[in-house]
């Protein structure tokens, strides 16, 4: 009985918790880079900043964001060429006693900032200058290590700044990856249904459900995808950033990630530096869709719309390197069970790629 008289239900205790970190100021549009000054007030941003930035989009819009950003604070530049575990440890001493880290840029520069403000406890804001990955506001952080590649916890972005002018004037290849990338969320939820069927992996429903329906909204608009059009980076940028929540909530990149990912993750160690991140991961959906006994032929008209490649050769990677990544993939993150990885004959992996040609 309460003090005042009220009988209280004795409940069973659900033994569970669960801590998501979502964005909290999200700015998407037209000069929204115009913004970050009131972002940093709205944040409470003082005292030093470090920017994280590439050698390109430096000056697409790093020194842009230097400029407004040191109106309101100290702010120094990283360059951020490559992303691996060594450059990490040195933005990591550059970036000790900072404030807030902001990365503006594409994927590697993103991931980097996300993970040494993990490191370091300090909040980061992300400023994709490219609509090229779901990255750009997920709570993981994807890097290449000796033979494969991990994934880590890092901090979701406390703000995402995302400029639609600068993001349409983009080459249309990024856009057209970053499509590819939500797309292939398919297939990434099939092999999750399939680990949860064989191996019995918690699945998350909410996070599913929130996936795929942000690659369906890309899917069923692929026609709408227009190259350097303000209004298909907004589609995008919008779709990106539902994607890496779904991230969040699932506390990890399966709703994203399958094997069509670790399919581009031993492409990069096979045949690095040629397709992008997106592109690598539509092809390797196509393949896996078709394994899963899916609409693979649905999965490739959406990405030929968009204008993302549908073959290695036109990433200007040979059909036996792609044929060798699928058998590779299964190495790549053994515990994230996939199609790829219930075994693929050399002969069977000849025979997927050739079915990318077919009409
Ligand atoms: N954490 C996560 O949840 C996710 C992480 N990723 C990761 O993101 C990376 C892929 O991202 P992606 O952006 O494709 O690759 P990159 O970061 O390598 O960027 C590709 C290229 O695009 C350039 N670029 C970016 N913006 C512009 C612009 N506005 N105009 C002209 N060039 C531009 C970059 O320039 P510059 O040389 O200046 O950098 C770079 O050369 C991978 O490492 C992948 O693992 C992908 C998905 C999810
Ligand atoms: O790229 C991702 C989602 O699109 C997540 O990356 P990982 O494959 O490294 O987990
Ligand atoms: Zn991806």
Known sequence: MSPDGIKLLKTPVL??????????????????????????????????????????????????VLSLVKEVADAEVFIVDKISPEIISEAEEVGAGVDVFIGVGGGRVIDTAKI?????????????????????????????????????????????????????????????????????????ILDWELSHRLRGEPISDYAMALSRMTAEIISKNADLIKPHAEESAWTVIKALLSSGVAMSIAGSSRPASG????????????????????????????????????????IRTSLKQIGAPTTPKEIGIDDKSAAQALILARSIRPERFTILDMGITEEVAEQLIAMLYED
């Not at 045949?271 to 959906?285: F, Y």
């Open 15 to 64: 033994d569970k918790s669960k801590w998501m970190q979502l964005p909290r100021d999200v700015i998407i549009g037209h000069d929204a880079l115009m913004q970050l000054p009131k972002v940093c007030e709205d944040l409470q941003v003082s005292g030093s900043v470090l920017i994280f930035s590439g050698k390109g989009t430096m000056n697409v819009a790093g020194s842009r």
């Open 116 to 188: 040494v403000s993990y490191n370091c406890c300090r909040p980061f804001i992300s400023v994709p200058t490219a609509a090229s990955h779901d990255g750009i506001a997920s709570s993981r952080a994807s890097v290449p290590v000796k033979g494969g590649s991990v994934s880590l916890e890092a901090n979701p972005p406390i703000a995402l700044v995302a400029d639609t002018g600068i993001i349409a004037a983009a080459p249309h290849r990024l856009l057209a990856a970053g499509c590819a990338d939500v797309i292939s969320n398919y297939t990434a």
């Open 259 to 298: 094997g069509e990912h670790k399919f581009s993750h031993a492409l990069d160690q096979i045949a690095p530096g040629k397709g992008l991140h997106g592109e690598q991961c539509g092809i390797g959906s196509i393949i896996t869709m078709y394994l899963h006994g899916g609409d693979w032929r649905s």
